[in-house]
């Protein structure tokens, strides 16, 4: 089996994505094929409640409150449908209906914080602003097409001019949280040993002990192809910059020219050398975009901190 201990390269073409298939509705907007048209109704099994509730909510049923802010039923099912839509243009099928209803909910719930933060600091996105961003779209895609798109994608004019306005709002909300992400940070080089079981492991320390060559060894053993043919060498990376947080921890905790006993995860056995530490080391372009990423996502995170949030109908689990 083969084996990546790095985390997979996020793209970010916006700070925070706005609405859970937001990303993918701004790239269909202006990409060379429209959303097909599709039934507004979402799944009936996506719209019952925690207690029983009916299909088709009432529109003006309320069914969530962020600090008193209601959310109504109407703008939820619009989105449900809006996710579907994009499911049925990309010829997928979702496996938890329930499940993507909930975590629509939740991202309303968030949409709502964001525009409460935003309130709160003064921040403001004008018509101008948003007419600017609606102008490219239209430019780049034509004006039948941008409109075409937005009657397939169940928007109004002023409900897509809102989605606009919300994701301008939360790139100012954010900006000053993306420039404070460090671009060096303290960062390690080790190399890596995975092998399936504790007794290979031990054979191969052994063998270590007594003098073996550490990238030869890793060539024989090691179960990671991305490393094995470079001696294990798992290059340099910061804290948070491997998906193992066992070989991580134990890299950062040896000296260099240390070797670690054997160490076990849920992706194996290894055997760990640190072989140079760095306390201030750039990182490269796909490590910050990681580090940014998990800096707007805290961010998003701790606006729920103190809010009074009730689901008041809850998507069936």
């Given at each position: 089996?083969?084996?990546s201990?790095?985390?997979?390269?996020?793209r970010?073409?916006?700070?925070?994505?706005?609405?859970l298939?937001?990303g993918i509705?701004?790239?269909?907007?202006?990409?060379s094929?429209?959303t097909?048209a599709?039934?507004?109704?979402?799944?009936?099994?996506?719209?019952?409640g925690?207690?029983?509730?009916p299909?088709q909510?009432?529109?003006?049923e309320?069914?969530?409150?962020?600090?008193?802010?209601?959310?109504?039923?109407?703008?939820?099912?619009?989105?449900?449908?809006?996710?579907?839509?994009v499911?049925?243009?990309?010829?997928l099928?979702?496996?938890?209906?329930?499940?993507?209803?909930q975590?629509?909910?939740?991202?309303?719930?968030e949409?709502?914080?964001?525009?409460?933060?935003?309130?709160?600091q003064?921040?403001?996105?004008?018509?101008?602003?948003?007419d600017?961003?609606?102008?490219?779209?239209?430019?780049?895609?034509g004006?039948?097409?941008f409109?075409?798109?937005?009657?397939?994608?169940?928007y109004?004019?002023?409900?897509?001019?809102?989605?606009?306005?919300?994701?301008?709002?939360?790139?100012k909300?954010?900006?000053?949280i993306?420039?404070?992400?460090?671009?060096?940070?303290?960062?390690v080089?080790?190399?890596?040993?995975?092998?399936?079981?504790?007794?290979?492991?031990?054979?191969?320390l052994?063998?270590?002990?007594?003098?073996?060559?550490?990238?030869?060894?890793?060539?024989?053993?090691?179960t990671?192809?991305?490393?094995?043919q470079?001696?294990g060498?798992?290059?340099?990376?910061?804290?948070?910059?491997?998906?193992?947080?066992?070989v991580e921890?134990?890299?950062?905790?040896?000296?260099?020219?240390?070797?670690?006993?054997?160490?076990?995860?849920?992706?194996?056995?290894?055997?760990?050398?640190?072989?140079e530490?760095?306390?201030?080391?750039?990182?490269?372009?796909?490590?910050?975009?990681?580090?940014?990423?998990k800096?707007?996502d805290?961010?998003?995170?701790?606006?729920?901190v103190?809010?009074?949030?009730?689901?008041?109908?809850v998507?069936?689990?």
């Amino acid at each position: 089996m083969a084996y990546s201990l790095r985390n997979s390269r996020h793209r970010l073409n916006w700070p925070i994505t706005i609405g859970l298939m937001g990303g993918i509705l701004l790239t269909a907007c202006v990409g060379s094929v429209a959303t097909p048209a599709y039934d507004f109704t979402p799944s009936a099994e996506t719209t019952g409640g925690g207690q029983g509730g009916p299909a088709q909510l009432p529109a003006e049923e309320v069914i969530a409150t962020v600090n008193g802010q209601p959310i109504l039923a109407d703008a939820f099912q619009r989105e449900l449908a809006r996710f579907e839509a994009v499911q049925v243009a990309l010829g997928l099928q979702v496996a938890d209906p329930n499940g993507y209803a909930q975590q629509i909910l939740d991202q309303m719930i968030e949409q709502e914080l964001i525009r409460q933060q935003a309130g709160a600091q003064g921040v403001t996105v004008s018509d101008a602003e948003v007419d600017q961003v609606i102008s490219s779209m239209t430019a780049e895609g034509g004006p039948d097409y941008f409109n075409s798109w937005l009657n397939t994608s169940y928007y109004t004019l002023d409900e897509f001019r809102e989605v606009i306005r919300l994701q301008l709002l939360t790139n100012k909300l954010t900006e000053p949280i993306v420039a404070g992400v460090p671009t060096s940070v303290e960062q390690v080089h080790a190399r890596h040993i995975l092998v399936n079981t504790q007794t290979q492991a031990e054979e191969a320390l052994a063998r270590l002990n007594a003098g073996e060559d550490f990238a030869a060894l890793a060539a024989e053993y090691s179960t990671d192809i991305t490393t094995r043919q470079n001696g294990g060498d798992l290059s340099w990376f910061p804290r948070g910059g491997l998906l193992v947080p066992e070989v991580e921890e134990t890299a950062f905790s040896l000296q260099p020219g240390q070797t670690s006993g054997v160490i076990q995860s849920a992706w194996g056995f290894h055997i760990i050398q640190t072989l140079e530490f760095d306390p201030a080391r750039p990182v490269d372009d796909e490590t910050h975009q990681r580090m940014v990423k998990k800096a707007i996502d805290d961010w998003a995170q701790n606006l729920r901190v103190g809010a009074d949030i009730q689901k008041l109908i809850v998507p069936a689990s």
